[in-house]
C-alpha cells in the first residue's frame, strides 16, 4: 500500500465496517430495542395509569356533581311533598271538620226530636195520670154525697172542659 | 478512621509505591530496550511496523483486533444482558436497570430531539458511542498480543488506527446521508453533499483524539521511572474523559447533522422577498381596482 498517506488501507477499513456492522446489529437486537421497548411499554403502562385516573377523577366529579344535583332535587321533593301533605292534612282536617259538624247536627237533631217525642209522652203520660187522678177524686167524692146526678154533672163538666 | 490510623495507612502505601519504583530503577529498561520511542510513536501513527495475524489470514493493526475484541466483548454483554437482566426488567428499576435505561435513553432522546424523522438513528449512535467509548477505555486494560514480528504489544484502541477512525467518520456520513434521504428524496443528497467535509472531519476528529491520547500514554509508559502516580492522570482520568467526550461528541455531531439534512419543513422568506411580496401584492390590488374604476 505504498502512496496512501497514512498506510490507510481499505481492507482493514472494509474488515472494520464488518466487525462494526455485526456490533450494531447485535447491539440492536440483544440490548437496544428489548430496553427502548420496555420503556415504551412503561411510558404506555403509566399513561394508561394516569388516563385511568383521569377517568376516574372525571367520573368522581360527575358522580359528585349527580350527587349534588340530587341533593337539591332531594330538597325540592321534600318541600313539596311537605306542601302536598300539609294540603292533604289540611283538607283531612276540613272534611273531618265537616263530617263532625253533621253528626253533630244531627245528634242534636235526634236529641230534639227525641226530646219533643219524651215531652208528649210525659205530657199525655202526665194528662192520662190527672185525668183518672181527678177521675178517681170525682168517684171518690160522688160516692160519699149522692149520686150518680153530680157524677154526670162532673162527666158533663169534664166533658165541657174536653 | 482517627489521625493516627490514616497517617499509619498513608505510610504503608508509600512503602508499597516506594518498593515497586526501586523494583523498576534495578530490573532495568524493560520495553524501550526493543523499540526507541521514535519507534514506539511513528508505530502508533502509521501502524508500518508492527503487524497482528488475523485468524492467520492477513497481517493486520492491533486496532483491527482490538476493535474485534471490543466488539465481541460488547456484544457477550449485551447477550448476557438479554438472558439473565432485561426478563426481569422491573416498572420500578434496580440499579442496573437505570444505567442501561439511561444509556439506551440518552441517545434514543439523542435521536429524537435533533430530528422529526429518527429511523434507525438512534440505534446506530448508541452502537457508535458504545464502540467508542469501550473502545477507549479498552486501551487501559493494557490487553497483550503478539506481532508477527514476534514482540508483545499492548492492544491500542481500535479508533486510534486510522482505518477504524475512517470507517466510523465514512460510516456517520452515510448514515447522514440516509436521513437526508430519508427526509428530503434525492434533494437529500445534495443537503448532504454540501458538508462534503464531514466524513473527513469527522474521521479525522476522531483519529486524532484517540492518536494523541494513545501518544502520550506510549510516551509516559515508555519510560519507568515516569510510570508512578503519572499514569493515574495521563492513563485513567484522561482516558476516561476522552473516552466520555469522543462519544458524545461522534454521536451528537451525527445525529445534529442528521437532523439538519432529514428537516422538509420549508425555510421561512427572507425580509426582502416577503417586502417584496407584499409590494408585489399591493400593485396587483391597486391594478385590480383600476380595473373595476
Keep these: ?162 | 478512621m482517627t489521625k493516627q490510623e490514616r497517617r499509619k495507612t498513608a505510610l504503608i502505601f508509600a512503602v508499597i509505591a516506594a518498593v515497586f519504583m526501586i523494583g523498576a530503577i534495578l530490573t532495568g529498561g524493560g520495553a524501550g530496550e526493543e523499540e526507541s520511542i521514535q519507534q514506539v510513536m511513528r508505530d502508533a501513527v502509521l501502524h508500518d511496523l508492527n503487524k497482528v495475524s488475523l485468524f492467520g489470514l492477513i497481517d493486520v493493526n492491533p486496532g483491527l483486533m482490538a476493535g474485534f475484541i471490543v466488539s465481541g466483548i460488547l456484544i457477550v454483554f449485551a447477550l448476557i444482558c438479554r438472558i439473565f437482566v432485561i426478563p426481569k426488567f422491573k416498572m420500578v428499576p434496580g440499579k442496573f436497570q437505570l444505567v442501561l435505561e439511561t444509556a439506551v435513553g440518552l441517545f434514543d432522546n439523542m435521536s429524537k430531539g435533533n430530528s422529526k424523522i429518527h429511523g434507525f438513528l438512534g440505534a446506530y449512535i448508541f452502537a457508535a458511542g458504545a464502540y467508542i467509548f469501550t473502545g477507549t477505555l479498552f486501551e487501559l486494560f493494557g490487553v497483550q498480543a503478539v506481532t508477527t514480528g514476534g514482540v508483545s504489544i499492548s492492544l491500542p484502541a481500535p479508533l486510534s488506527d486510522i482505518n477504524g477512525a475512517i470507517m466510523m467518520g465514512c460510516l456517520s456520513y452515510l448514515v447522514i446521508m440516509s436521513g437526508g434521504i430519508a427526509g428530503n428524496g434525492i434533494k437529500g443528497i445534495g443537503k448532504t453533499l454540501k458538508e462534503y467535509s464531514l466524513p473527513i472531519s469527522l474521521s479525522f476528529r476522531l483519529f486524532g483524539a484517540l492518536l494523541s491520547g494513545a501518544l502520550v500514554t506510549e510516551l509516559v509508559y515508555y519510560y519507568p521511572k515516569l510510570s508512578y502516580v503519572l499514569p493515574v492522570l495521563v492513563g485513567v482520568l484522561f482516558t476516561l474523559l476522552h473516552a466520555l467526550i469522543q462519544a458524545y461528541v461522534l454521536t451528537m455531531l451525527t445525529s445534529l447533522f442528521y437532523g439538519q439534512v432529514s428537516d422538509n419543513t420549508p425555510k421561512p422568506l427572507k425580509e426582502k422577498k416577503r417586502r417584496k411580496g407584499r409590494k408585489a401584492e399591493a400593485e396587483s390590488a391597486a391594478a385590480g381596482e383600476a380595473a373595476a374604476a
Design chain 1, 1 to 162: 500500500m505504498t502512496g496512501v498517506p497514512l498506510n490507510i488501507d481499505w481492507q482493514q477499513i472494509l474488515l472494520h465496517l464488518f466487525n462494526f456492522t455485526i456490533l450494531f446489529g447485535a447491539l440492536y437486537i440483544l440490548l437496544y430495542k428489548p430496553v427502548r421497548d420496555f420503556m415504551a411499554k412503561r411510558t404506555a403502562y403509566y399513561a394508561d395509569m394516569d388516563t385511568r385516573a383521569e377517568d376516574a377523577l372525571k367520573a368522581a366529579e360527575e358522580s359528585r356533581a349527580s350527587y349534588d344535583e340530587k341533593v337539591r332535587g332531594f330538597d325540592e321533593e321534600v318541600r313539596a311533598e311537605r306542601s302536598k301533605l300539609n294540603k292533604e292534612i289540611a283538607e283531612s282536617r276540613d272534611r273531618q271538620m265537616a263530617a263532625a259538624k253533621a253528626d253533630a247536627e244531627k245528634i242534636v237533631s235526634n236529641a230534639r226530636t227525641e226530646a219533643e217525642r219524651e215531652k208528649e209522652e210525659i205530657i199525655a203520660s202526665a194528662q192520662k195520670e190527672i185525668t183518672d187522678m181527678v177521675t178517681g177524686a170525682m168517684e171518690k167524692l160522688t160516692l160519699e154525697q149522692s149520686a150518680s146526678d153530680a157524677f154526670d154533672q162532673f162527666l158533663d163538666a169534664a166533658e165541657k172542659e174536653k
